[in-house]
Nanobody, 112 residues
Framework: QVQLVESGGGLVQPGGSLRLSCAAS????????MGWYRQAPGKRRELVAT??NYLDSVKGRFTISRDNAKNTVYLQMNSLKPEDTAVYYC???????????WGQGTQVTVSS
């Protein structure tokens, strides 16, 4: 099994920055993709970023990075807006089995 542990969420003011981290452990599949999703109140879960894709509304503001040695993925969020408020989930996809593992979620609130 794979365990994903997220950290870094919190309350920030509009225009502020936040850096999310997600550490993977366990039986990590050799061929995998890690990314970030989010779900705002009353909204469907949406993809925020993978190494190859960004949500249009976060392009130029968010940056995803990965430290393969640490099995950790990061999401640097700059110029945060109130509409970025959501629970952010780390995702690891087993590309062979096409199975998704999920973190517990971390709350990001952007408010003045």
């Amino acid at each position: 099994q794979v365990q994903l542990v997220e950290s870094g969420g919190g309350l920030v003011q509009p225009g502020g920055s936040l850096r999310l981290s997600c550490a993977a452990s366990g039986s990590i599949p050799r061929f995998n993709t890690m990314g970030w999703y989010r779900q705002a109140p009353g909204k469907r879960r949406e993809l925020v970023a993978t190494s190859t894709n960004y949500l249009d509304s976060v392009k130029g503001r968010f940056t995803i990075s990965r430290d393969n040695a640490k099995n950790t993925v990061y999401l640097q969020m700059n110029s945060l807006k109130p509409e970025d408020t959501a629970v952010y989930y780390c995702n690891l996809r087993d590309n062979i089995l096409r199975y998704d593992y999920w973190g517990q979620g971390t709350q990001v609130t952007v408010s003045s």
